[in-house]
């Protein structure tokens, strides 16, 4: 490219930045909502149409072009990876939890009851409970080793799980 040719383009890039700059900014922030990020997105529509003008790109119709550009860019936009930093949560109000120690280990507690509570079911409730709760094996590989249907192995564990119930709250 000679610099006659970059000297003309740069015209017809710098008379569309003025023409189209307004309108390409009031496009941006509609779909971004944030000022410095449309305009910055903006700029690089007219980067990007620079460097595509430059390595020999043919434009018919440059309003058309720099929307089209833009669009892409606020797509991309779109698709980031958002990180927010904790100082600018907690300018917005946001307070972690430290979490209450306590209850994780009173959940634990219930847990072990629990366990030593189905030992006071009946044998074919045991079995079944200590097959779903204890070992977490799915309705499948229990019916698999007992020989029984899922449908029955579900219903003996909704059961145990009721007598459970009934135990733990006696106690």
Do not use: C
């Amino acid at each position: 490219m000679t610099l006659k040719q970059e000297i003309q383009l740069q015209g017809i890039l710098t008379l569309a930045y003025h023409e189209h700059k307004k309108a390409l900014n009031a496009h941006a922030f509609f779909k971004v909502h944030n000022r410095m990020i449309s305009e910055d997105l903006v700029q690089n529509t007219f980067m990007k149409t620079w460097t595509y003008i430059v390595k020999g790109g043919k434009v018919d119709i440059m309003k058309a072009f720099l929307y089209h550009v833009l669009n892409n860019l606020i797509i991309d936009e779109y698709r980031k990876h958002k990180t927010t930093s904790l100082d600018a949560l907690l300018v917005k109000g946001f307070e972690p939890s430290m979490g209450d120690p306590s209850g994780h280990m009173l959940n634990a507690l219930d847990g072990k009851a629990l366990v030593l509570l189905i030992q006071s079911l009946p044998p074919t409730y045991q079995q079944v409970m200590r097959m779903r709760y204890v070992q977490d094996l799915s309705l499948k590989e229990i019916s698999l080793i007992t020989g029984r249907s899922k449908n029955t192995v579900a219903v003996q564990i909704h059961r145990g799980v009721e007598k459970l119930k009934l135990i733990y709250h006696r106690a």
